[in-house]
């Protein structure tokens, strides 16, 4: 009987999933600080969606970084089975959340063995045993409680139990016996895509096979010339192995989040896209708003358009910075157009400006999402600007606010509606606008300025004024 000489223990790929705030990036933070060999301690530099860990016994993890649980979802969507394992990340200040239920869900589909880490353990008041009996209402059941599923209570801040974890993902990984063979058939995972200054890349987890520079591999029917290969440190490696990703250049445009790459050209039944690319504005209903969603990757773009309201309308949307051309769709279809880590060159946002198309850029996903359901309340309605109010302060018998912008632009006349805690207050005009003791005619982004107001009102600190057309 041959034996396979190729077949060797690998990695085991874990993905970690939970809901926003609940501490996913910090815990893998003190993961990658904690538990790597000594010679590599202070020096990882994840930059390509995922990153290997070796602890002190010399055992290799990777940790995928996922943009969000709807494009992991994708990534099961398509076929692609991406991770071994899943850590189910939960603050035990918070408790179960709706991002929990649906990480859950996604964890059930997959049929994936996980762990869940109770994080903020050093927050006072905290109580492992009543965020285990929340979980056990949602159907999981812990070691010691009658399951089998482990619980670990952690700290990113203090790095407690964080070597347990590590343990435990190694025992789970063990358990699972996972093997790799670099001479069987090639089977990767796209799991991060965008583009760089040489052009498409993306960032892949190897399951199975090899991939070496300068041989060509498929992405669904797209043929990719492999000319450079970068591993989770940003060093230059010839070939990846099963278990570990890598960043690949070489991709003639953009390939898709959780798309299979292979060394044969393959077709699959695609998916109707929702509201992407060219959109006929004549079908939009009345209540619907149009958007143009530009995105740093095709990760991100994936997860927002896939999390959008139901009236938002995405009648364009790419990976990179926004152009021009962006900005004169936009005006032609008197849609917004929304950046998420993307950049907006000054002399783009000057044309936004000259055109008056709404512009706004994003860092965090739900404050997107969170902005958009802003719009919706307001209806078609154009919000031309909008401020926060930081202090109040008299001046010539009157109250002035005293404001900072936080997008858009706030102009003298303009009509402006008081909101606090997404309500609405009152309605005035901007009598006066002052910057510095000078008076104004507008201002702009992050902005400081004072203005009076005509009725005036009773505003806070911390309330929002809103500049919408007239």
């Known amino acids: 009987m041959e034996t396979n000489t190729n077949l060797q223990t690998r990695p085991p790929i874990v993905v970690v999933l939970g809901h926003v705030d609940h501490g996913k990036t910090t815990l893998l933070d003190a993961i990658r600080k904690t538990n790597v060999a000594s010679r590599e301690a202070g020096g990882i530099t994840q930059a390509i969606g995922a990153s290997v860990v070796e602890t002190k016994e010399g055992k290799k993890i990777t940790f995928i970084d996922t943009p969000g649980h709807a494009a992991f979802g994708k990534m099961r969507s398509r076929g692609a089975k991406v991770a071994d394992i899943a850590i189910l990340v939960v603050a035990q200040d918070d408790g179960v959340q709706p991002q929990t239920k649906e990480a859950l869900q996604i964890i059930k589909d997959s049929e994936l063995p996980f762990v869940v880490a109770g994080t903020k353990a050093d927050v006072a008041g905290v109580s492992p045993e009543r965020l285990q009996g929340e979980l056990e209402k949602e159907e999981v059941f812990f070691e010691g409680r009658g399951g089998q599923i482990p619980f670990v209570s952690v700290s990113a801040k203090t790095n407690t139990g964080v070597t347990d974890l590590i343990e435990i993902l190694v025992l789970m990984s063990e358990v ?11 089977e990767a995972v796209v799991i991060e895509s965008g583009k760089d200054k040489i052009g498409p890349t993306a960032s ?40 570990f990703p890598a960043k690949i250049f070489g991709f003639t445009q953009v390939p898709p989040v959780g798309a299979l790459i292979s060394q044969s050209p393959h077709k699959i039944i695609k998916e109707a896209p929702k509201a992407r690319g060219v959109f006929d504005l004549r079908r939009l209903k009345d209540d619907e708003i149009p958007l143009i969603l530009k995105a740093e990757n095709a990760g991100s773009l994936e997860a927002i358009i896939n999390s959008l309201p139901p009236k938002i309308v995405v009648v364009d949307s790419g ?22 880590e993307s950049k907006i060159p000054m002399d783009v946002f000057k044309l936004a400006e000259a055109e008056k198309v709404r512009t706004e850029r994003f860092e965090i996903i739900y404050e997107l999402l969170q902005r958009l359901e802003e719009i919706l309340k307001e209806g078609k309605k154009q919000i031309l600007g909008r401020a926060e109010i930081l202090a109040s302060f008299p001046f010539d018998h009157k109250k002035v606010a005293g404001c900072k912008v936080t997008f858009g632009r706030i102009a003298k006349g303009d009509s402006l509606v008081l909101s606090r805690d997404e309500k609405e207050i009152g309605k005035a005009k901007a009598i006066s606008l002052r910057k510095q003791k000078l008076e104004v005619t507008s201002v702009g982004p992050a902005e400081e300025f004072g203005v ?3 009725p005036q009102l009773d505003f806070q600190v911390h309330d929002v004024l809103l500049s919408v057309s007239k």
């Not at 093997?179 to 058939?185: F, H, L, N, Q, V």
């Not at 892949?204 to 290969?229: F, S």
């Open 319 to 340: 990976v990179g910075d926004v152009t021009s051309s962006d900005v004169i769709n936009a005006k032609t279809g008197n849609a917004y157009i929304f950046a998420f």
């Open 452 to 454: 009076i107001l005509d």
């Open 204 to 243: 892949v987890v190897v399951r199975q096979g090899c991939i070496k520079v300068g041989e060509t591999v498929y992405v669904e029917e797209n043929e990719c010339k492999v000319r450079a290969l970068f591993d989770d440190k940003g060093k230059s490696i010839k070939e990846v192995l099963p278990g």
């Open 176 to 186: 699972a016996e996972l093997k790799g063979d670099s001479a069987e058939e090639l």
